[in-house]
C-alpha cells in the first residue's frame, strides 16, 4: 500500500504542504511533521494535547477505552498475575522473563540496594521536617557524584548499571528520607526480603524490635508499584527523555522525573487527593466541594480525577479500589470513613452531568493514598512512592530513548509574542 498521507492547503495562497501519515501497531496515526520547520513552519501545540513526541515500544493507553498494556500485556492481568521485579523486567527488556532470567534480575537488584556509605550523611543536609520528595529530588541526582561508573549515557553496560542501580537504591533513598524525618535510625536493605518486604522494613524496622512485613500489605504494596510503573509519555517521563536526550546522565535524568512527578496536578495529586477527603471531612459536605470543583472562579478541582488521556475510568483506579478493599479488609479497618468518603465522593461525581460531560473519571491517584495511609505510610510518602514505583518506567523510557536512531536533542520552538525589534532607551528617556 502506497505511503498515506496529509495536504496542508494555506487559504491566503495556492502553497500545499504534503505530509507523511505514520501508523503505530495500536492507537491513533501520527501526521509527520518534522519536515516543516525546513519550510520555514511550525506546529503550535502548548501541554502537547496532539502531540506525539517520540515512538515507543513500551505502554500502550486508549484513553476511550479505559486499557493499558505495558509491552502489549494488560495491566489488569500483570497485576494480578505478576509481580514488580517482573513489571520491571518486561519494560526494560521487552518480554516476561524466564524464570532463570527472573532468578537473576532480582538477585543483581538485591545487590544494589546499599547506598555508598557518605550518601548517608548527605541527607544530614536537609532539615528534618524537609519533604521526602525535596531529600529524592537532591540525593538521587547526587547519585550522579557517587556512580561516576555508571554515568556515560552512550556506554551500554554503564546504561544497564545505572539501571539497577536506580531501580534498586530509590527505594533505600525513599524510606530513608522517611526515617530521617521521623529522627529514627536508618534501616539496612535486607537480602532475605522480596522488594515490597524490604521497602516496608526499610519504613517501618527500627533496630531495637524484630521486625516482620506483613505479607498481605506486602503483596498490596507490590500491586501498587506495579500499577505505578509507567504510564506512556506522561509529564515526567516526557522529563526524563528531554533530559535525557542532551546525553545527561541517567541520575539527572530520574531526578528531573523525580522534580515533575511531584507537581499536585501529577503524582503530588495522591498525597493531594487525602488532604482533600480530610478537608472534606464528611458526606455531608461532598456537595459544597463538587460545587467548588464545578466553579470556574474557584481554582479548587476534585484532586485524584480527570485525565489528560484517560476519557473513561483509569483501569488502575479500579483495581486500587479493590485493592483498598483488601488492605482495609486484612487490617480491619473496612468502615474505615476516608474509604466510604471516597466511595460516596466517587458515585456523586460520577452522576453530576458536569464530570460526565467533561469525562471526568477517578484517576490512580484517587484511591492510592487510602491504601497506603492505610498501611501506616504518611500522606508525605505517597509521591515519593509513587517515584519509587515509576522509576522503572523512566529508566525503560530512558534506555528506549537513548538507543533510538530517531533521538535528537529536544528542543522545542515557540510562537513569538513579545516586542518588535527596538532601539535601546537611555535611562533619561525611560518611564
Ligand atoms: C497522574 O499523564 C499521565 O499519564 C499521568 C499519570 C501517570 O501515571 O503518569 O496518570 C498520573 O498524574 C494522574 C492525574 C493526577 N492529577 C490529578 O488528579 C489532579 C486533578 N486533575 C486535573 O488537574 C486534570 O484532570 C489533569 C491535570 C489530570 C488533566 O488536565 P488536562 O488534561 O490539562 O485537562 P484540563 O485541565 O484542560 O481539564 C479539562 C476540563 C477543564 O474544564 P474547561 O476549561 O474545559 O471548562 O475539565 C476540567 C477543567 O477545569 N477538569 C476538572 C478536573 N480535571 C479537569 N474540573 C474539576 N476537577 C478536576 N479534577
Redesign the pocket.
Known amino acids: 500500500m502506497s505511503q498515506r498521507t496529509v495536504t496542508l492547503k494555506f487559504s491566503d495562497s495556492d502553497r500545499t504542504i504534503e505530509l507523511p501519515i505514520m501508523e503505530g501497531t495500536l492507537g491513533p496515526d501520527v501526521i509527520d511533521t518534522r519536515s516543516l520547520s525546513s519550510q520555514g513552519i511550525l506546529t503550535y501545540d502548548p501541554?502537547f494535547l496532539s502531540t506525539a513526541s517520540c515512538s515507543s515500544n513500551i505502554t500502550f493507553i486508549d484513553g476511550d477505552e479505559g486499557l493499558l498494556y505495558y509491552r502489549g500485556y494488560p495491566i489488569e492481568q500483570l497485576a494480578e498475575h505478576s509481580d514488580f521485579m517482573e513489571v520491571s523486567y518486561l519494560l526494560m527488556h521487552g518480554e516476561l522473563p524466564t524464570a532463570e532470567q527472573k532468578v537473576k534480575f532480582v538477585d543483581t537488584v538485591r545487590h544494589h540496594t546499599l547506598l555508598h556509605d557518605l550518601m548517608g550523611s548527605f541527607f544530614r543536609g536537609f532539615r528534618r521536617d524537609a519533604h521526602p520528595m525535596a531529600v529524592m529530588v537532591g540525593t538521587v541526582g547526587a547519585m550522579s557524584a557517587f556512580y561516576r561508573d555508571s554515568s556515560d549515557p552512550f556506554d551500554a553496560k554503564q546504561r544497564e548499571v545505572a539501571a539497577y542501580r536506580l531501580l534498586a537504591k530509590v527505594p533505600t533513598i525513599a524510606a530513608w528520607s522517611y526515617k530521617y524525618n521521623l529522627g529514627e535510625p536508618f534501616m539496612y536493605p535486607q537480602n532475605r526480603f522480596d522488594y515490597a518486604s524490604n521497602f516496608l522494613y526499610m519504613m517501618f524496622a527500627t533496630p531495637s524490635e524484630d521486625y516482620q512485613p506483613n505479607p498481605v500489605l506486602a503483596r498490596a504494596l507490590d500491586r501498587i508499584f506495579v500499577l505505578?510503573a509507567d504510564?506512556?509519555q506522561?509529564?515526567?517521563s516526557s522529563t526524563v527523555r528531554v533530559a535525557g536526550s542532551s546525553g545527561a546522565n541517567p541520575f539527572a535524568c530520574v531526578a528531573g522525573g523525580i522534580a515533575s512527578l511531584w507537581g499536585?496536578?501529577?503524582?503530588g495529586?495522591n498525597e493531594a487527593?487525602l488532604t482533600m477527603l480530610e478537608q472534606i471531612g464528611d458526606a455531608s459536605r461532598i456537595g459544597e466541594y463538587i460545587r467548588r470543583?464545578?466553579d470556574?472562579t474557584d481554582s479548587f478541582?476534585?484532586?485524584?480525577?480527570?485525565?489528560?488521556?484517560y476519557k473513561n475510568m483509569?483501569p488502575r483506579a479500579a483495581i486500587m479500589r479493590q485493592t483498598c478493599h483488601d488492605v482495609l479488609n486484612e487490617l480491619g479497618l473496612h468502615d474505615d470513613p476516608l474509604f466510604k468518603l471516597a466511595l460516596k465522593l466517587e458515585k456523586i461525581a460520577l452522576e453530576d452531568e458536569y464530570f460526565v460531560d467533561?469525562k471526568?473519571y477517578p484517576?490512580?491517584?484517587f484511591y492510592s493514598g487510602i491504601v497506603m495511609r492505610a498501611m501506616g505510610i504518611p500522606n508525605s510518602m505517597f509521591t515519593a512512592i509513587f517515584a519509587l514505583a515509576r522509576t522503572a518506567g523512566w529508566v525503560a523510557q530512558w534506555m528506549e530513548m537513548v538507543a533510538s536512531p530517531e533521538q535528537r536533542i529536544a528542543r522545542p520552538r515557540q510562537l513569538y509574542t513579545g516586542s518588535i525589534r527596538r532601539d535601546f532607551l537611555p535611562m533619561d528617556q525611560r518611564g
Open positions: 501541554g505505578h504510564h506512556e506522561n509529564a515526567s499536585p496536578l501529577h503524582g495529586a487527593t470543583a464545578k470556574k478541582r476534585l484532586m485524584g480525577f480527570g485525565h489528560r488521556v483509569d467533561k471526568l484517576n490512580v491517584d
